[in-house]
T-cell receptor
């Protein structure tokens, strides 16, 4: 089955700096890679996603890059703000009604 | 957008009792739903895939006789934790793929279970 590894497990940045979270996956059949933000006690929120036919996607301060050959994808947050503090999960799936495999999570702390 | 609800939001029960958690898709139909368990400071771990009109598919290591799943309709899946024990205390979250963009998962708000 799919295995998704995520690094780092914790990340502290100063407000305004950039944050980068990296993930690798094992199943070459995976073709959809969402990123979720989860606040304590809440449901995961989709913040950005990328499909395997695209190498990069950007949405305001958030961007994701995908390297299919190396089977890794990264989340980039620029101009971080204190409200970006949360746990972030990467995930991989075959898409459709297929199950989603989550990474281990990164706790991001943005220091004002 | 698609909305998924869960009930109850939190439950406290005594060891040995059974607890039922409901997951509903409010404005769309879901032939498939997923049940996850999340322990403190850990990731979401898929427990099972709930299929409307057929048996659920359980992940390796998940006891199907302990975690009963029933997908009774196109908008409702239930997870029953039978003979709950303190080690079953966790955050249980369901999700359903959207009707249009099926890759997109819509998550319920989660159920916090505490077994005393």
């Amino acid at each position: 089955g799919e295995n998704v590894e995520q690094h780092p497990s914790t990340l502290s940045v100063q407000e305004g700096d950039s944050a980068v979270i990296k993930c690798t996956y094992s199943d070459s059949a995976s073709n959809y890679f969402p990123w979720y933000k989860q606040e304590l006690g809440k449901r995961p929120q989709l913040i950005i996603d990328i499909r395997s036919n695209v190498g990069e996607k950007k949405d305001q301060r958030i961007a994701v890059t995908l390297n299919k050959t190396a089977k890794h994808f990264s989340l980039h947050i620029t101009e971080t703000q204190p409200e970006d503090s949360a746990v972030y999960f990467c995930a991989a799936t075959h898409g459709g009604y297929q199950k989603v495999t989550f990474g281990t999570g990164t706790k991001l702390q943005v220091i004002p | 957008g698609a909305v998924v609800s869960q009930h109850p939001s939190r439950v406290i029960c005594k060891s040995g009792t059974s607890v039922k958690i409901e997951c509903r898709s409010l404005d769309f139909q879901a032939t498939t739903m997923f049940w996850y368990r999340q322990f403190p400071k850990q990731s979401l771990m898929l427990m099972a895939t709930s299929n409307e009109g057929s048996k659920a598919t359980y992940e390796q290591g998940v006891e199907k006789d302990k975690f009963l799943i029933n997908h009774a309709s196109l908008t409702l899946s239930t997870l029953t934790v039978t003979s709950a024990h303190p080690e079953d205390s966790s955050f249980y979250i369901c999700s359903a793929p959207g009707e249009g963009q099926q890759e997109t998962q819509y998550f319920g708000p989660g159920t916090r279970l505490l077994v005393l």
